[in-house]
């Protein structure tokens, strides 16, 4: 049930379309680990190692979750942590067969949305690499597809800080997924 209510939470504005493509939730019962290959192009070595996830979200299948981390934010929220509203917005991202960090919007929106989350992605990563401290989860600098997961996250989870941070991108998401409940 509340599994339910949190996936739906960043609907609410998008609508049931969010949920196309996909029905499966696998539930973990914590942490769990993933197997990972990465084929490195230059040196043609083929490096396997494991991952720890509390969550993740298949292109084309299910939402895999860890419920000791979903039960722990529900119980007490983090500033800025909320690791299914963080893979629903993989699921968003990906309805336009694109992971880029951008969800289906409107064309005019979309170039807008597109320009705002660059600009605030680049200044992000130029901090996290300068070695600066930095209000948002630097992890968010791993690629725009995790900007727009982690700010999701900070919108449902932080409002006022993401605002504070970065007002564009905030209100981006304002509009996407509605006001924060918070
Ligand atoms: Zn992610």
Redesign the pocket.
Known sequence: MLLAALCCLPLLEFGAEGLRGWSQVLVYPGAFRAQRHEHDEDTGVLHEYDEDLI???WEFGPLVLSWDDVAAEAGSPHEGFNVVV??M??KLDALDQAMDGTPPLPAAWQRAWARDFQAAYEALCARVDAGEETVIDP?AA?AP??FF??TSEYHFSAPAVLAAAMPEVASHLRRFYGESPL
Request: glycine share 8%; no cysteine.
């Open positions: 969550g993740e979200s963080h893979e917005a993989h992890y791993e597809e995790e997961a982690v």
